[in-house]
Protein backbone atom coordinates (compact mmCIF):
# COMPACT_ATOMS: atom_id res chain seq x y z
CA UNK A 1 0.00 0.00 0.00
CA UNK A 2 0.87 3.51 -0.97
CA UNK A 3 2.04 5.45 2.21
CA UNK A 4 0.19 8.17 3.66
CA UNK A 5 1.10 11.48 4.98
CA UNK A 6 0.16 11.18 8.04
CA UNK A 7 2.90 7.94 8.24
CA UNK A 8 5.08 9.69 6.51
CA UNK A 9 5.06 12.25 9.26
CA UNK A 10 5.66 9.34 11.57
CA UNK A 11 8.41 8.37 9.89
CA UNK A 12 10.33 11.48 10.16
CA UNK A 13 8.79 11.72 13.98
CA UNK A 14 6.84 14.96 13.09
CA UNK A 15 9.66 17.08 11.70
CA UNK A 16 9.09 18.00 7.44
CA UNK A 17 13.09 18.43 6.48
CA UNK A 18 11.34 20.10 2.95
CA UNK A 19 9.00 22.60 5.21
CA UNK A 20 12.61 24.92 5.63
CA UNK A 21 13.23 24.89 1.86
CA UNK A 22 9.77 25.47 1.46
CA UNK A 23 9.69 28.29 4.04
CA UNK A 24 13.46 30.10 2.40
CA UNK A 25 12.13 29.16 -1.17
CA UNK A 26 8.87 31.30 -1.26
CA UNK A 27 10.67 34.18 0.96
CA UNK A 28 13.07 34.43 -1.66
CA UNK A 29 10.30 34.26 -4.64
CA UNK A 30 8.49 37.20 -3.02
CA UNK A 31 11.81 39.32 -2.53
CA UNK A 32 12.86 38.53 -6.41
CA UNK A 33 9.12 39.81 -7.17
CA UNK A 34 9.39 43.21 -4.97
CA UNK A 35 12.64 43.84 -6.94
CA UNK A 36 11.01 44.35 -9.94
CA UNK A 37 7.71 46.12 -8.50
CA UNK A 38 10.04 48.38 -6.68
CA UNK A 39 11.99 48.81 -9.49
CA UNK A 40 9.45 49.60 -12.01
CA UNK A 41 6.32 50.56 -10.17
CA UNK A 42 3.59 48.19 -9.39
CA UNK A 43 1.59 48.36 -12.56
CA UNK A 44 4.74 46.34 -13.89
CA UNK A 45 2.88 42.81 -13.49
CA UNK A 46 0.37 44.39 -16.20
CA UNK A 47 3.42 44.33 -18.62
CA UNK A 48 4.28 40.86 -18.16
CA UNK A 49 3.29 38.30 -20.52
CA UNK A 50 -0.05 36.42 -19.68
CA UNK A 51 2.04 33.25 -18.51
CA UNK A 52 3.86 31.80 -16.81
CA UNK A 53 5.47 34.25 -14.20
CA UNK A 54 2.04 35.89 -13.30
CA UNK A 55 0.21 32.48 -12.55
CA UNK A 56 3.32 31.31 -10.57
CA UNK A 57 2.85 34.40 -8.42
CA UNK A 58 -0.34 34.08 -7.83
CA UNK A 59 0.45 30.55 -6.48
CA UNK A 60 3.45 32.03 -3.65
CA UNK A 61 1.22 33.41 -0.63
CA UNK A 62 -1.24 30.87 -0.79
CA UNK A 63 0.91 27.99 -0.37
CA UNK A 64 2.64 29.88 2.37
CA UNK A 65 -0.57 30.29 4.08
CA UNK A 66 -1.22 26.70 3.15
CA UNK A 67 2.10 25.84 4.93
CA UNK A 68 0.69 27.84 8.02
CA UNK A 69 -2.34 26.36 7.75
CA UNK A 70 -1.10 22.54 8.34
CA UNK A 71 1.77 23.39 10.96
CA UNK A 72 -0.77 25.50 13.01
CA UNK A 73 -3.17 23.04 13.21
CA UNK A 74 -0.58 20.33 14.43
CA UNK A 75 0.39 22.76 17.47
CA UNK A 76 -3.20 23.50 18.11
CA UNK A 77 -3.40 19.26 18.33
CA UNK A 78 -0.51 19.24 20.54
CA UNK A 79 -0.71 21.75 22.70
CA UNK A 80 -4.61 21.32 23.41
CA UNK A 81 -5.24 24.51 24.97
CA UNK A 82 -5.94 27.92 23.91
CA UNK A 83 -4.38 29.96 26.22
CA UNK A 84 -0.58 28.14 25.51
CA UNK A 85 -1.34 27.97 21.47
CA UNK A 86 -2.18 32.37 21.65
CA UNK A 87 1.09 32.39 23.74
CA UNK A 88 2.69 30.55 20.83
CA UNK A 89 1.55 32.18 18.17
CA UNK A 90 2.47 35.31 19.80
CA UNK A 91 5.66 34.42 20.60
CA UNK A 92 6.09 33.72 16.99
CA UNK A 93 5.00 36.70 14.88
CA UNK A 94 5.19 39.80 17.51
CA UNK A 95 8.57 40.08 18.28
CA UNK A 96 9.89 40.38 14.40
CA UNK A 97 6.88 42.53 13.63
CA UNK A 98 7.66 45.09 16.38
CA UNK A 99 11.16 45.07 15.35
CA UNK A 100 10.57 45.97 11.94
CA UNK A 101 7.93 48.69 12.79
CA UNK A 102 9.93 49.89 15.36
CA UNK A 103 12.79 50.41 13.13
CA UNK A 104 11.01 52.20 10.01
CA UNK A 105 9.56 54.37 12.13
CA UNK A 106 12.04 55.30 14.62
CA UNK A 107 15.57 55.09 12.35
CA UNK A 108 14.32 54.67 8.56
CA UNK A 109 11.83 57.36 8.94
CA UNK A 110 13.77 59.82 10.66
CA UNK A 111 16.83 59.26 7.91
CA UNK A 112 15.42 59.34 5.05
CA UNK A 113 11.88 61.87 5.34
CA UNK A 114 11.30 64.90 3.31
CA UNK A 115 9.85 66.59 6.13
CA UNK A 116 11.22 68.27 8.79
CA UNK A 117 11.82 65.84 11.73
CA UNK A 118 9.26 67.91 14.05
CA UNK A 119 6.67 67.85 11.17
CA UNK A 120 7.51 63.88 10.79
CA UNK A 121 7.22 62.70 14.12
CA UNK A 122 3.84 65.20 14.52
CA UNK A 123 2.24 63.96 11.25
CA UNK A 124 -0.51 61.43 11.88
CA UNK A 125 0.61 58.98 9.44
CA UNK A 126 3.70 58.20 11.91
CA UNK A 127 1.32 56.78 14.71
CA UNK A 128 -0.79 55.16 12.28
CA UNK A 129 2.37 53.50 10.89
CA UNK A 130 2.76 51.98 14.61
CA UNK A 131 -0.40 50.65 14.63
CA UNK A 132 0.59 48.06 12.11
CA UNK A 133 1.74 45.59 15.58
CA UNK A 134 -1.85 45.46 16.28
CA UNK A 135 -3.40 44.76 13.08
CA UNK A 136 -3.92 47.87 11.90
CA UNK A 137 -1.47 47.86 8.76
CA UNK A 138 -0.64 51.14 7.41
CA UNK A 139 2.25 51.26 4.68
CA UNK A 140 3.67 54.69 4.63
CA UNK A 141 5.38 57.05 7.07
CA UNK A 142 5.51 61.19 6.44
CA UNK A 143 7.81 61.89 3.43
CA UNK A 144 9.31 58.42 2.53
CA UNK A 145 10.03 57.50 -0.62
CA UNK A 146 7.97 59.96 -2.44
CA UNK A 147 9.67 59.52 -6.19
CA UNK A 148 10.46 56.04 -5.89
CA UNK A 149 8.62 53.82 -8.54
CA UNK A 150 6.58 52.58 -5.87
CA UNK A 151 5.91 55.82 -3.94
CA UNK A 152 5.30 56.18 -0.83
CA UNK A 153 5.14 52.01 0.20
CA UNK A 154 7.70 51.39 3.14
CA UNK A 155 6.78 48.09 3.96
CA UNK A 156 3.96 46.58 1.73
CA UNK A 157 4.75 43.13 2.65
CA UNK A 158 2.88 44.09 6.22
CA UNK A 159 -0.60 43.97 3.88
CA UNK A 160 -0.57 39.50 5.25
CA UNK A 161 -0.59 40.56 8.70
CA UNK A 162 -4.37 41.32 8.77
CA UNK A 163 -5.15 37.68 7.30
CA UNK A 164 -2.55 35.64 9.66
CA UNK A 165 -3.45 37.63 12.46
CA UNK A 166 -7.38 36.79 11.33
CA UNK A 167 -6.15 32.93 10.57
CA UNK A 168 -4.84 32.47 14.25
CA UNK A 169 -7.89 34.19 15.92
CA UNK A 170 -10.26 31.74 13.73
CA UNK A 171 -7.97 28.73 15.41
CA UNK A 172 -8.40 29.66 18.82
CA UNK A 173 -12.27 30.19 18.70
CA UNK A 174 -12.30 26.58 16.98
CA UNK A 175 -10.45 25.61 19.71
CA UNK A 176 -12.72 26.75 22.50
CA UNK A 177 -15.55 24.80 20.88
CA UNK A 178 -13.60 21.44 20.16
CA UNK A 179 -14.18 22.06 16.54
CA UNK A 180 -10.86 21.99 15.13
CA UNK A 181 -10.59 18.33 16.58
CA UNK A 182 -13.76 17.12 13.89
CA UNK A 183 -13.03 16.47 10.34
CA UNK A 184 -16.65 16.97 9.64
CA UNK A 185 -16.64 20.46 11.56
CA UNK A 186 -13.56 21.85 9.85
CA UNK A 187 -15.38 20.78 6.20
CA UNK A 188 -18.05 22.76 7.41
CA UNK A 189 -16.51 26.07 8.67
CA UNK A 190 -14.12 25.98 5.21
CA UNK A 191 -17.02 25.06 3.35
CA UNK A 192 -19.46 27.81 4.64
CA UNK A 193 -16.34 30.18 4.51
CA UNK A 194 -15.83 29.75 0.63
CA UNK A 195 -19.78 29.95 0.58
CA UNK A 196 -19.23 33.98 1.88
CA UNK A 197 -15.81 34.67 0.35
CA UNK A 198 -17.14 34.15 -3.33
CA UNK A 199 -20.62 35.65 -2.38
CA UNK A 200 -18.33 38.85 -1.09
CA UNK A 201 -16.68 38.54 -4.21
CA UNK A 202 -19.47 38.66 -6.31
CA UNK A 203 -21.20 41.17 -4.39
CA UNK A 204 -18.38 43.61 -4.06
CA UNK A 205 -16.08 42.77 -6.92
CA UNK A 206 -14.23 40.20 -8.52
CA UNK A 207 -10.42 40.18 -7.22
CA UNK A 208 -8.94 37.65 -9.10
CA UNK A 209 -5.53 36.06 -7.92
CA UNK A 210 -2.42 37.23 -10.13
CA UNK A 211 -4.38 40.91 -10.40
CA UNK A 212 -5.52 41.70 -7.00
CA UNK A 213 -5.33 38.90 -4.06
CA UNK A 214 -8.10 39.02 -1.49
CA UNK A 215 -6.67 38.26 1.84
CA UNK A 216 -10.03 35.90 1.90
CA UNK A 217 -8.33 33.59 -0.45
CA UNK A 218 -5.59 33.37 1.81
CA UNK A 219 -7.33 32.38 5.09
CA UNK A 220 -9.36 29.66 3.13
CA UNK A 221 -6.12 28.64 2.26
CA UNK A 222 -4.50 28.31 5.49
CA UNK A 223 -8.27 26.33 6.81
CA UNK A 224 -7.83 23.26 3.48
CA UNK A 225 -3.97 23.18 5.71
CA UNK A 226 -5.98 22.48 8.97
CA UNK A 227 -8.03 19.92 7.10
CA UNK A 228 -5.47 18.34 5.43
CA UNK A 229 -3.26 17.89 8.27
CA UNK A 230 -6.65 16.02 9.83
CA UNK A 231 -7.09 14.07 6.85
CA UNK A 232 -3.54 12.73 6.79
CA UNK A 233 -3.63 9.75 7.60
CA UNK A 234 -6.33 9.08 4.02
CA UNK A 235 -4.33 11.30 1.63
CA UNK A 236 -1.56 9.34 -0.09
CA UNK A 237 2.34 10.41 0.22
CA UNK A 238 3.00 10.75 -3.79
CA UNK A 239 5.22 12.46 -5.85
CA UNK A 240 3.70 12.05 -9.08
CA UNK A 241 0.31 12.72 -7.46
CA UNK A 242 1.88 15.75 -6.45
CA UNK A 243 3.25 17.15 -9.43
CA UNK A 244 -0.16 16.31 -11.58
CA UNK A 245 -1.86 18.93 -8.96
CA UNK A 246 0.70 21.28 -9.44
CA UNK A 247 0.47 21.34 -12.89
CA UNK A 248 -3.43 21.43 -12.63
CA UNK A 249 -3.47 24.06 -9.81
CA UNK A 250 -1.55 26.33 -12.20
CA UNK A 251 -3.41 25.64 -15.35
CA UNK A 252 -7.09 26.59 -12.55
CA UNK A 253 -5.46 30.07 -11.87
CA UNK A 254 -4.36 30.77 -15.34
CA UNK A 255 -8.17 30.44 -16.12
CA UNK A 256 -9.10 32.35 -13.07
CA UNK A 257 -7.09 35.18 -14.31
CA UNK A 258 -8.17 35.00 -17.91
CA UNK A 259 -11.60 34.88 -16.96
CA UNK A 260 -12.08 36.83 -14.15
CA UNK A 261 -13.57 33.61 -12.04
CA UNK A 262 -12.59 33.59 -8.77
CA UNK A 263 -13.88 30.06 -7.85
CA UNK A 264 -11.36 28.48 -10.06
CA UNK A 265 -8.48 29.89 -7.03
CA UNK A 266 -10.80 28.11 -4.59
CA UNK A 267 -10.48 25.15 -6.62
CA UNK A 268 -6.96 25.45 -6.94
CA UNK A 269 -6.23 25.83 -3.25
CA UNK A 270 -6.40 22.02 -2.01
CA UNK A 271 -4.35 21.36 -4.94
CA UNK A 272 -1.22 23.48 -3.87
CA UNK A 273 -1.38 22.56 -0.29
CA UNK A 274 -0.71 19.04 -1.12
CA UNK A 275 2.01 20.27 -3.10
CA UNK A 276 3.22 22.08 0.19
CA UNK A 277 2.34 19.05 2.27
CA UNK A 278 4.65 16.40 -0.30
CA UNK A 279 7.35 18.99 -0.62
CA UNK A 280 7.35 19.58 3.03
CA UNK A 281 7.77 15.86 4.53
CA UNK A 282 10.30 14.86 1.00
CA UNK A 283 13.56 14.23 2.36
CA UNK A 284 16.46 16.99 1.50
CA UNK A 285 19.34 17.82 2.56
CA UNK A 286 19.93 20.37 5.07
CA UNK A 287 20.10 23.99 3.30
CA UNK A 288 23.41 25.54 3.56
CA UNK A 289 23.78 28.41 5.60
CA UNK A 290 19.92 28.58 6.18
CA UNK A 291 19.81 25.36 8.47
CA UNK A 292 21.00 27.25 11.30
CA UNK A 293 17.92 29.02 11.92
CA UNK A 294 14.74 29.94 10.37
CA UNK A 295 15.20 33.31 8.47
CA UNK A 296 11.85 33.34 6.20
CA UNK A 297 10.32 35.16 8.08
CA UNK A 298 12.90 38.24 8.87
CA UNK A 299 13.48 37.60 5.02
CA UNK A 300 9.76 38.40 4.58
CA UNK A 301 9.22 41.42 6.87
CA UNK A 302 12.73 43.48 6.17
CA UNK A 303 12.76 43.32 2.47
CA UNK A 304 10.65 45.76 1.16
CA UNK A 305 11.83 48.82 3.20
CA UNK A 306 15.45 47.80 2.33
CA UNK A 307 14.92 47.30 -1.12
CA UNK A 308 12.99 50.63 -1.48
CA UNK A 309 15.57 52.27 0.29
CA UNK A 310 18.16 50.68 -2.23
CA UNK A 311 15.64 52.33 -5.02
CA UNK A 312 15.72 56.08 -2.95
CA UNK A 313 19.58 56.02 -3.44
CA UNK A 314 20.23 54.54 -6.49
CA UNK A 315 17.55 56.26 -8.96
CA UNK A 316 19.68 55.79 -11.91
CA UNK A 317 19.94 51.84 -11.38
CA UNK A 318 16.73 50.69 -10.74
CA UNK A 319 16.74 47.23 -12.21
CA UNK A 320 15.50 44.32 -10.95
CA UNK A 321 18.97 42.83 -10.67
CA UNK A 322 20.30 45.38 -9.47
CA UNK A 323 17.87 45.84 -6.88
CA UNK A 324 17.74 42.12 -5.87
CA UNK A 325 21.68 41.98 -5.82
CA UNK A 326 22.33 44.82 -2.95
CA UNK A 327 19.33 43.87 -0.97
CA UNK A 328 19.61 40.32 -0.59
CA UNK A 329 22.75 40.40 1.58
CA UNK A 330 21.31 43.34 3.44
CA UNK A 331 18.32 41.83 4.21
CA UNK A 332 20.32 38.28 5.11
CA UNK A 333 22.06 39.96 7.74
CA UNK A 334 18.84 41.69 9.35
CA UNK A 335 16.90 38.35 8.94
CA UNK A 336 19.97 36.72 10.65
CA UNK A 337 20.02 39.15 13.50
CA UNK A 338 16.48 39.27 13.94
CA UNK A 339 16.35 35.30 14.75
CA UNK A 340 19.27 34.83 16.77
CA UNK A 341 19.37 38.04 18.84
CA UNK A 342 15.27 38.76 18.97
CA UNK A 343 12.92 35.93 17.38
CA UNK A 344 14.76 32.76 19.07
CA UNK A 345 15.38 34.15 22.55
CA UNK A 346 12.08 35.19 22.46
CA UNK A 347 10.64 31.64 21.36
CA UNK A 348 12.61 29.75 24.03
CA UNK A 349 10.21 31.15 26.48
CA UNK A 350 8.00 28.69 25.66
CA UNK A 351 9.86 26.11 27.05
CA UNK A 352 8.74 27.25 30.16
CA UNK A 353 5.48 27.56 29.31
CA UNK A 354 4.80 24.50 27.86
CA UNK A 355 6.66 22.79 31.35
CA UNK A 356 3.85 24.07 33.32
CA UNK A 357 0.88 24.46 32.54
CA UNK A 358 -1.16 27.11 34.20
CA UNK A 359 -2.93 26.53 37.67
CA UNK A 360 -6.50 27.72 35.89
CA UNK A 361 -6.03 26.76 32.27
CA UNK A 362 -9.17 27.56 30.19
CA UNK A 363 -10.79 24.46 28.78
CA UNK A 364 -10.52 23.94 24.94
CA UNK A 365 -14.42 22.05 25.02
CA UNK A 366 -16.67 21.85 28.16
CA UNK A 367 -18.94 23.77 29.63
CA UNK A 368 -19.75 27.00 28.75
CA UNK A 369 -17.76 29.47 31.35
CA UNK A 370 -18.55 33.51 31.75
CA UNK A 371 -14.41 33.41 31.77
CA UNK A 372 -14.73 31.18 28.38
CA UNK A 373 -17.38 33.73 27.04
CA UNK A 374 -15.48 36.39 28.00
CA UNK A 375 -12.26 34.85 26.03
CA UNK A 376 -14.33 34.41 23.06
CA UNK A 377 -15.95 37.95 23.00
CA UNK A 378 -12.49 39.56 23.06
CA UNK A 379 -11.55 37.69 20.60
CA UNK A 380 -13.96 38.08 18.01
CA UNK A 381 -14.00 42.00 18.45
CA UNK A 382 -10.58 41.84 18.10
CA UNK A 383 -11.09 39.92 14.84
CA UNK A 384 -13.57 42.63 13.87
CA UNK A 385 -10.95 45.13 14.84
CA UNK A 386 -8.46 43.15 12.77
CA UNK A 387 -10.74 43.26 9.87
CA UNK A 388 -12.06 46.56 9.41
CA UNK A 389 -8.80 48.32 10.67
CA UNK A 390 -6.95 46.51 7.91
CA UNK A 391 -9.84 46.33 5.69
CA UNK A 392 -9.43 42.74 5.07
CA UNK A 393 -12.79 41.91 4.02
CA UNK A 394 -15.68 44.80 2.72
CA UNK A 395 -16.81 46.14 6.43
CA UNK A 396 -17.99 49.75 6.53
CA UNK A 397 -17.87 50.64 2.86
CA UNK A 398 -19.78 46.91 1.77
CA UNK A 399 -22.34 47.75 4.13
CA UNK A 400 -22.99 51.10 2.75
CA UNK A 401 -23.13 49.65 -0.47
CA UNK A 402 -25.52 46.58 0.48
CA UNK A 403 -27.80 49.51 1.95
CA UNK A 404 -27.42 51.65 -0.84
CA UNK A 405 -28.64 48.68 -3.32
CA UNK A 406 -31.78 48.44 -1.33
CA UNK A 407 -32.44 51.75 -1.32
CA UNK A 408 -31.48 52.66 2.52
CA UNK A 409 -28.76 54.90 2.37
CA UNK A 410 -27.36 57.61 0.14
CA UNK A 411 -23.69 57.90 -0.85
CA UNK A 412 -21.80 61.04 0.08
CA UNK A 413 -19.03 62.89 -1.92
CA UNK A 414 -16.15 61.87 0.23
CA UNK A 415 -17.12 58.12 0.78
CA UNK A 416 -14.81 55.27 0.56
CA UNK A 417 -15.13 52.87 -2.46
CA UNK A 418 -16.01 49.61 -1.42
CA UNK A 419 -12.90 48.02 -1.83
CA UNK A 420 -10.71 44.08 -0.96
CA UNK A 421 -8.16 44.58 0.44
CA UNK A 422 -5.04 43.80 -1.53
Not at 69 to 75: E, T
Not at 251 to 267: R, V
Request: hydrophobic share 55%.
Amino acid sequence: MRQSIGERLTELKGIGPGFDHLRIGLALSILTWHSFSISYGQGYAASLPVFPVPVLLAALLPMFFGLSGFLVMSSALRTGEVKTFITLRVLRIVPALFTEVLLSALVLGPLLTSLPLGAYFRDPMFLEYLGSMIGRVRFSLPGLFLDNPAPELVNFALWTVGPEILCYVLMALLMLSGAHRSLKAMLWVAGLYALVALTAGVLFGNHVVGEVLPSKLLIYCFLIGNILYLLRDRVPFSHVVAAVAFVVALGLIFAAQQTSTEIYTYIAGPLLIYVVAVVGLTRLPPLPFFHRGDYSYGLYIFGFPVQQAIAHFLPSHREWYVNLALALPIVLLFAVASWHYIEKPVLSLRKKILAKPPADPLPARGRFTARKAAVVLALVLYGLFVIDASSVLPTRSGAKMMLYGFGLYQYKPNDELPHVFF
